[in-house]
C-alpha cells in the first residue's frame, strides 16, 4: 500500500474513531445537558454577541386593529419586533417546518423572482437579532421594527399587481392594516407605546427627529411628486385633469400639508414652514420637501407618497381615500391650517 492510500486510510480511522467517541459521550448525557448543548450550539451559530432587551413584554404586544406582535427596547435603543409575531402579523401561518426567518425570505425570494422590487429583505430576513428579554428566559429572536413598513410596502405591490396568488392574497390587505406610516418614526413610536419606553425617552427626543428630518440648507430642486398623485388628487375630488397646463387649485396644497407632510413625523410640517421663507404673496419661496434631509428626510417622503399614490389608486372616492390614509397613517397632532371639517367636505372643492 502507497504512501497516500496509508495516510488516507488513517485519516478515515481517525474520524470514525472519533464519531464513535462523540457519539458514546453524547449517550452518557442526560437530557437536559444534551439539551444545553445543543442550545449553546444554536446560539454560537449567530453572528455578534446577544443583546439585552430593557423594555418590553408578551403582555404588552404592539397593537394595530386586531393584530398583536411583541415589540422591545433594546439596551441600545433599537426597537425590534419578535421574529413570530412579525411573521404571524403580516399573515404567515407559523406551522410547518421552516421557520419564520426562512418563511419571510423564501416569499420575498419568489416576488423577487415575479420581478418585484425587494430591496435587501431576503439579507435582512436572513439575519434577525438574538436578545434576552426584560423577564429573561431563553433567547428570542427579532428584527428592527423598520423592517415592518418595508416588507408590507413589498406584499401591496404584489397584491396590486395580482403576484400573490390566490393562497397569499390575504397578505396584501393584512399589510395595508399593519402598514402604519411607512415612516419609519410611525413604527418606532408604535413600539415606544407598547412598551413603555416613551416614558424613558430623552427629552430631546423631538428636536433628534427634526435634526434626522430637516436640512440646515437648501437642497436642489429635483422632480419629486409623481404626476400619478395630482391626477388622482383631481379624480377623487371629482375634477377634470388638465392634461395641457399644470395650473392645480390653490387648496390642494392645504390638502397635501395634510395627507403627505403632516404624517411624515412629528412636527414636521411645522419646521418645515419656519424654515422655508416666504414671498410678499404669502407663499414659500421654495418647495418645501427642499428642506428635507437627503439621507432621512427626503426617502421618507417618497416611501410615503408612494403609499399615498397607491391608496389612492384602491380608492372609489375622496372619502374612501380620507378613511384609508387615516388607518394606514393615522395623523399625530394634526390641524389643518384653516378651519377645516370633514364632515362638510363634499370631495370636490372647498
Not at 399587481?161 to 415612516?183: D, N, P, S, T, V
Not at 392634461?243 to 395634510?258: A, D, E, I, K
Request: hydrophobic share 35%.
Amino acid at each position: 500500500m502507497d504512501d497516500a492510500a496509508t495516510d488516507g486510510f488513517d485519516e478515515a480511522g481517525k474520524d470514525a474513531s472519533k464519531a464513535v467517541g462523540g457519539y458514546a459521550r453524547a449517550q452518557a448525557l442526560s437530557p437536559e445537558e444534551r439539551t444545553a448543548i445543543a442550545r449553546k450550539a444554536a446560539t454560537s451559530r449567530w453572528a455578534g454577541p446577544i443583546q439585552t432587551a430593557t423594555h418590553g413584554s408578551p403582555d404588552d404586544p404592539l397593537r394595530i386593529g386586531d393584530i398583536e406582535i411583541g415589540c422591545y427596547v433594546l439596551a441600545d435603543g433599537r426597537r425590534v419586533l419578535s421574529q413570530r409575531g412579525l411573521q404571524s402579523g403580516i399573515g404567515l401561518s407559523e406551522g410547518g417546518r421552516k421557520g419564520g426567518a426562512r418563511k419571510i425570505a423564501d416569499l420575498m425570494a419568489k416576488l423577487a423572482g415575479k420581478g418585484i422590487d425587494i430591496k435587501d429583505l431576503i439579507a435582512r430576513a436572513n439575519s434577525p437579532i438574538r436578545f434576552i428579554p426584560p423577564h429573561g428566559g431563553n433567547p428570542a429572536d427579532g428584527y428592527e421594527a423598520t423592517i415592518l413598513p418595508d416588507i408590507c410596502a413589498v406584499l401591496i405591490e404584489a397584491g396590486r399587481l395580482g403576484m400573490l396568488g390566490k393562497r397569499l392574497e390575504g397578505l396584501a390587505e393584512r399589510c395595508a392594516i399593519l402598514q402604519h406610516g411607512f415612516a419609519t418614526v410611525g413604527i418606532i413610536a408604535l413600539v415606544d407605546e407598547a412598551t413603555g419606553y416613551q416614558r424613558d425617552r430623552a427629552r430631546d427626543a423631538l428636536a433628534k427627529i427634526l435634526e434626522a428630518f430637516i436640512a440646515k440648507e437648501l437642497q436642489p430642486y429635483v422632480r419629486t411628486f409623481p404626476g400619478d398623485y395630482y391626477e388622482e388628487m383631481f379624480r377623487l375630488r371629482g375634477l377634470t385633469y388638465p392634461t395641457g397646463s399644470v395650473r392645480r387649485p390653490q387648496y390642494f396644497g392645504v390638502l397635501t400639508n395634510n395627507i403627505v407632510y403632516k404624517r411624515l413625523a412629528p412636527g414636521v410640517l411645522e419646521e418645515l414652514k419656519r424654515v422655508t421663507p416666504k414671498l410678499e404673496s404669502g407663499r414659500h419661496k421654495d418647495k418645501l420637501f427642499q428642506r428635507l434631509t437627503s439621507n432621512v428626510g427626503y426617502p421618507k417622503l417618497r416611501e410615503h407618497l408612494g403609499s399615498v399614490v397607491t391608496m389612492m389608486k384602491l380608492s372609489q372616492s375622496w372619502h374612501d381615500f380620507m378613511d384609508k390614509l387615516d388607518r394606514i397613517h393615522p395623523p399625530r397632532n394634526y390641524q389643518l391650517s384653516f378651519d377645516y371639517q370633514k364632515d362638510e367636505d363634499d370631495g370636490r372643492g372647498l
